[in-house]
């Protein structure tokens, strides 16, 4: 709906006691992703505003998505070339992403899913410079992001999880600390407990488990990780 009292983001902030005007956004993505978030927020600014326009778009473009004639390409108000090659050189590159953040400028950012956007560096560089992270704080990442941690956490808030290595493992008073709004971290301590350091710790876990047993990285996602493991042949780490 069409609102006839609010015709810019500086009104609207005003008007709904704001803090900080967004006219720029960066995408720190590509694909679909970039084209999605484009389409949803112009349709929500011409709602609002009778301005699709109200909130310009910048996006990352490398060089297959120059080649391939990218949609999200010609749908931006600007666009800022990045190195090709895997997204550690453009995508996921949170140095990268604050420096064309930055030299625009911007006043927030979008990752969107995938490369940076479950990075907990990429909006805590943000946040330090000043920059809206349109995502989760950086806190709520670190934990949640993490498996281990947020295994962690989940349990001691006695939120069921799967077995694992570290199924015993609980923060004391967590959801008294919860209640009273306090922010939970796992201690380092604690996150050691959780971590499987050799394969003689490897070993004894999965047996007290039960296979088959899945091995995962404790970060990372999209499942490239995760390895299935039977008992065809038990090891030992001789080196232990």
Not at 37 to 42: G, L, Q, V
Not at 213 to 237: F, H, N, Q
Request: proline letters at 5%.
């Amino acid at each position: 709906m069409h609102c006839e009292s609010v015709a810019t983001p500086t009104e609207f902030v005003r008007t709904f006691g704001g803090k900080r005007v967004i006219e720029k956004v960066l995408i720190a993505n590509n694909g679909i992703a970039a084209v999605k978030c484009m389409r949803s927020i112009r349709k929500w600014a011409y709602e609002l505003f009778g301005n699709e326009k109200a909130i310009k778009f910048v996006v990352m473009v490398s060089p297959d998505d120059l080649k391939a004639n990218a949609e999200f390409i010609r749908m931006a108000d600007l666009s800022v070339t990045v190195p090709g090659g895997t997204n550690n050189y453009n995508y996921a590159n949170t140095e990268l992403i604050l420096d064309i953040a930055k030299r625009i400028p911007v006043q927030a950012v979008w990752a969107g899913w995938g490369h940076a956007s479950e990075n907990p560096k990429l909006p805590e560089l943000l946040h330090a410079h000043g920059i809206t992270f349109i995502g989760p704080p950086e806190h709520a990442m670190w934990a949640l992001g993490d498996k281990i941690a947020s295994s962690i956490l989940a349990q001691s808030a006695n939120v069921p999880t799967l077995p694992w290595n570290g199924m015993d493992i609980r923060l004391d008073d967590a959801l008294e600390r919860v209640a009273a709004g306090e922010c939970i971290t796992v201690p380092e301590d604690v996150y050691a407990r959780g971590c499987i350091k050799s394969m003689k710790d490897g070993l004894e876990a999965a047996i007290k488990i039960g296979f088959p047993v899945m091995i995962k990285a404790s970060e990372g996602g999209g499942g490239k990780g995760k390895k299935k493991k039977v008992p065809t042949r038990l090891c030992v780490d001789t080196t232990a």
